[in-house]
């Protein structure tokens, strides 16, 4: 008789099972974690969509020309106030020195108008003095020929004395109306020199004016550095023209803070105040701790110069993000090799 056979498959070993069974708990723990699920993440909001920033200046000049000499190197700490470029200062020294000479021009005008006032001023005195003259010798006309008027009459002088000192009479009146003529030009003149005083003040006025704007334009041909903190690296070089437009080098100061952009859906967990944690790709995920110091008034793409238009064409739903601003602890001991722009992950601790 045949013996019959059935095939029946082997038990499974029990550390493949467990194994097999803990590659699919991480791999579910793993997904959950990427994806911010519970229960990770449950009173923290975490993105990777956050950068260090700092107010980087771009130095310009304010004059133009030729740059003559570069002070500072690439990538140079600098202190506020210290030279960085000089642009060909010999035109606006000849500036300078052209504005101080037309001050000292307005400065003597000014001054010769104080001399021919006083002038004016004795010229005046000196017609009133020719107008009481006038009248004295008028005076003496007059009672000299009421005089030789009643002589006349009695025949006690002869026509021809009479006619002469009619003659010095009317001689007298025509000489006071001329003084008084001549003093009322005094003082016509007097009135519309005065004028020209308002002018030649405006003048100095003005020349002073020239004179500041050319040693602002002197002081403006150095570049200094405007705050503490690294330079970039220097985009100007000796012998190259430089204007209003053209970038010189870019200063980051000290400060820095982290941008952190925060999908709409998770805002309603984030307050002010909230400790933050992140850690640095360029750091090899140094960690940092830090503060939400402030919440941006509208979405990221509120502020793109091109704005879209949900009105038109199909529609598919994107998640936006908040802008938030983290305050860097100042305790932290690495904070000096934060550098604008370094790629951050943040976890804001929401309780």
Do not use: C
């Amino acid at each position: 008789m045949k013996e019959h056979y059935s095939w029946l498959p082997s038990k499974p070993k029990v550390f493949i099972i467990i194994a097999t069974s803990l590659g699919i708990i991480t791999g579910v723990l793993l997904i959950l974690y990427a994806w911010q699920l519970p229960p990770f993440f449950l009173n923290v909001v975490a993105t990777n969509d956050a950068y260090v920033q700092a107010k980087t200046t771009l130095l310009s000049p304010q004059v133009s020309g030729y740059v003559t000499e570069v002070y500072a190197k690439d990538f140079a700490f600098v202190k506020e106030g210290q030279p960085l470029l000089q642009i060909d200062k010999r035109v606006f020294v000849q500036r300078l020195e052209e504005a101080r000479a037309r001050v000292q021009s307005a400065q003597s005008s000014l001054q010769a108008y104080a001399q021919s006032y006083r002038l004016h001023e004795a010229n005046i005195i000196e017609k009133e003095a020719q107008i009481k003259a006038a009248q004295a010798t008028l005076t003496n006309a007059q009672a000299e020929n009421s005089r030789v008027s009643r002589l006349l009459k009695n025949e006690s002088l002869s026509k021809r004395d009479y006619d002469n000192v009619k003659a010095r009479l009317l001689n007298a009146q025509a000489a006071l109306t001329q003084s008084k003529a001549q003093y009322q030009k005094a003082l016509q003149e007097f009135e519309a020199f005065k004028t020209t005083k308002t002018s030649l003040e405006a003048e100095l006025n003005r020349t002073k004016a020239l004179l500041e704007l050319a040693r602002i334009d002197l002081d403006n041909s150095l570049i200094k550095a405007p705050i503490d903190g690294q330079l970039g690296e220097i985009l100007a070089h000796i012998g190259q023209f430089v204007s209003q437009e053209s970038a010189l080098a870019y200063i980051v100061p000290h400060t820095h803070w982290v941008i952190a952009n925060i999908k709409e859906t998770k805002m309603d967990k984030i307050a002010l105040g909230q400790r933050v944690r992140f850690s640095v790709d360029a750091l090899g995920d140094a960690e940092f701790s830090g503060v939400v110091e402030e919440i941006s008034p509208a979405m990221g793409s509120e502020f793109s110069p091109i704005k879209v238009n949900h009105a038109t064409g199909n529609f598919i739903k994107i998640v936006q993000r908040i802008p938030i601003k983290i305050k860097i602890d100042s305790s932290n001991k690495r904070l000096g090799e934060l550098r604008a722009g370094m790629s951050v992950v943040v976890e804001v601790y929401t309780k």
